[in-house]
Structure formats: structure tokens, C-alpha cells
């Protein structure tokens, strides 16, 4: 992400806020200018087929989640991921 008023890349989010919709508001702010903006962020839904334990794991990291656990509780955040999908299967 790059600051809308002086194109540097060198900025951090100041405060996050979900919204509706699977959407996030961020307050971000440029070290640089000192430039505050906001930005609304929607997660995008992939389905995970059998086999992407590790895609998944990958993007948490990519995304920088909020977890700061050992790969063990990635892990389980895949797992309880996984059973909500062949949940949602068999209630159709």
C-alpha cells in the first residue's frame, strides 16, 4: 500500500475496525508525510478444497493474522476451517 499523497510505501495501520460484510476498516498512516487515510478491506472468500492446509497456512502468514502461535495452532485454525466447510456440505 502506498500513501496517496507522497507515493511511499513506508506506512502502518493506526487502528482496525470490522465492519458488515466480511469487510475491515483501517486508519493507516504514512511515516514518511505523517499523511492519515482510511481504506475498507474485504476478505475475499476461497473455498478450501482437500489439500490446501498449506496454501491456507501461507496466506495467514501473507495477511499477517493476529497469530502468534507456533505452527501447531495454524494448524487448528485450518482444521476448525476445514469442519466448517464439510459442515456447510452437509446441511445442503
Same mark, same amino acid.
Given at each position: 500500500m502506498t500513501c496517496p499523497?507522497? +507515493?511511499?510505501e513506508n506506512q502502518y495501520c493506526v487502528?482496525? &475496525?470490522p465492519l458488515q460484510n466480511n469487510r475491515t476498516r483501517r486508519r493507516r498512516e504514512c511515516r514518511d508525510c505523517g499523511h492519515r487515510w482510511n481504506t475498507c478491506e $474485504? %476478505?475475499?472468500n476461497a473455498v %478450501? +478444497?482437500? +489439500?490446501s492446509q498449506k496454501k491456507t497456512i501461507q496466506a495467514l502468514r501473507a495477511a499477517q493474522f493476529a497469530l502468534r502461535d507456533s505452527? &501447531? %495452532?495454524l494448524r487448528a485454525?485450518? =482444521?476448525a476451517l476445514e469442519g $466448517?466447510? =464439510?459442515a456447510d456440505k452437509n446441511e445442503t
Open positions: 499523497v507522497c +507515493g511511499s487502528d482496525s &475496525r $474485504m %476478505a475475499e %478450501a +478444497g482437500p +489439500g505452527q &501447531r %495452532a485454525v485450518c =482444521d $466448517m466447510n =464439510d
